[in-house]
């Protein structure tokens, strides 16, 4: 009973509080106007999409990818629909150093940031496949899907921190869950879930107005997934305008997590309040004042 008043009872509280008052939040494209947003892997697919619909809402973008032609095309649309300004920067996620460059240039570009969507992956032409022992593609996925994605962010927190800005890391159910045939590209997703969910608590204890959202999404029809599926998995695809909406939704309400998936049982299920629970007992047992010294 007393561990019940002391910790079950309270936790319960913060769960209600949460769900009841973030049901209550509401979407609304105004929140994007004006507001400087970088957009990663933005010459196809989600990126592209995710860089319209900023533009429609009247946000300054800078967008980034390989394809130099494909992202002037992007900027050309972004400005026809509306954004307030837009760039693009060419570039590989492979060099680290391109990466960190990047985020300074955009910034310079827009007179700040206050957001920071990471969404691209590596170009890989290899077919989904069994792992044997292709360990430079376990390496490529982790530099460019995950490495790449800590150096960015690392970059761009000043100004995020100067505008109580946002980092909105795009994820896969595939970094939640076992998948046969990708284990290169899931290791690289887990990896983004352990590491920005434990950099999100370290924010929150030392009291630093940076959101950081982790988008979780299922199957997309996106060129790229249709292609790399076909013939092997089966399941069905949701689109990618409205993916790429509920991503800026997602990050504009400062949401921990966005699911995003063609079955409507993926966020009931990958929610996992029992891990909620446990990090949050476990802040007991750190000693606070490693937090408060750094």
Same mark, same amino acid.
Do not use: W
């Given at each position: 009973?007393?561990?019940?008043?002391?910790?079950?009872?309270?936790?319960?509280?913060?769960?209600?509080?949460?769900?009841?008052?973030?049901?209550?939040?509401?979407?609304?494209?105004?929140?994007?106007?004006?507001?400087?947003?970088?957009? @990663?892997?933005?010459?196809?697919?989600?990126?592209?999409?995710?860089?319209?619909?900023?533009?429609?809402?009247?946000?300054?973008?800078?967008?980034?990818?390989?394809?130099?032609?494909?992202?002037?095309?992007?900027?050309?649309?972004?400005?026809?629909?509306?954004?307030?300004?837009?760039?693009?920067?060419?570039?590989?996620?492979?060099?680290?150093?391109?990466?960190?460059?990047?985020?300074?240039?955009?910034?310079?570009?827009?007179?700040?940031?206050?957001?920071?969507?990471?969404?691209?992956?590596?170009? @890989?032409?290899?077919?989904?496949?069994?792992?044997?022992?292709?360990?430079?593609?376990?390496?490529?996925?982790?530099?460019?899907?995950?490495?790449?994605?800590?150096?960015?962010?690392?970059?761009?927190?000043?100004?995020?921190?100067?505008?109580?800005?946002?980092?909105?890391?795009?994820?896969?159910?595939?970094?939640?869950?076992?998948?046969?045939?990708?284990?290169?590209?899931?290791?690289?997703?887990?990896?983004?879930?352990?590491?920005?969910?434990?950099?999100?608590?370290?924010?929150?204890? @030392?009291?630093?107005?940076?959101?950081?959202?982790?988008?979780?999404?299922?199957?997309?029809?996106?060129?790229?997934?249709?292609?790399?599926?076909?013939?092997?998995?089966?399941?069905?695809?949701?689109?990618?305008?409205?993916?790429?909406?509920?991503?800026?939704?997602?990050?504009?309400?400062?949401?921990?997590?966005?699911?995003?998936?063609?079955?409507?049982?993926?966020?009931?299920?990958?929610?996992?309040?029992?891990?909620?629970?446990?990090?949050?007992?476990?802040?007991?047992?750190?000693?606070?004042?490693?937090?408060?010294?750094?």
């Amino acid at each position: 009973m007393a561990f019940m008043k002391k910790y079950l009872l309270p936790i319960l509280g913060i769960f209600l509080a949460y769900y009841y008052y973030s049901a209550k939040e509401e979407f609304r494209p105004e929140m994007l106007r004006g507001k400087r947003v970088i957009v @990663t892997g933005a010459s196809k697919g989600i990126g592209r999409e995710m860089a319209y619909h900023l533009a429609r809402m009247g946000a300054h973008v800078v967008v980034t990818a390989r394809s130099e032609e494909a992202l002037k095309k992007v900027v050309s649309h972004c400005l026809e629909l509306g954004a307030s300004s837009a760039h693009y920067v060419a570039g590989t996620m492979e060099n680290m150093t391109f990466a960190e460059e990047f985020v300074a240039k955009a910034g310079k570009l827009m007179g700040g940031l206050d957001m920071l969507i990471l969404n691209h992956i590596t170009n @890989t032409n290899n077919p989904m496949t069994v792992f044997i022992d292709d360990i430079d593609q376990v390496r490529k996925n982790m530099e460019v899907n995950f490495l790449s994605y800590v150096v960015l962010s690392g970059a761009a927190m000043p100004m995020l921190k100067q505008s109580n800005g946002s980092i909105v890391v795009v994820s896969s159910i595939a970094g939640k869950t076992a998948n046969p045939l990708i284990a290169a590209y899931s290791a690289s997703k887990f990896a983004l879930d352990g590491f920005f969910s434990s950099v999100r608590v370290e924010y929150a204890v @030392t009291n630093v107005n940076v959101s950081i959202t982790l988008c979780i999404l299922g199957l997309i029809d996106t060129e790229t997934a249709m292609t790399g599926t076909a013939g092997i998995y089966n399941a069905e695809a949701s689109p990618k305008e409205e993916c790429a909406l509920e991503i800026i939704k997602g990050g504009a309400l400062r949401q921990k997590e966005v699911y995003y998936d063609s079955s409507v049982l993926t966020p009931f299920l990958l929610g996992n309040p029992g891990r909620k629970i446990l990090e949050f007992l476990s802040l007991r047992n750190y000693n606070m004042e490693i937090f408060i010294n750094n």
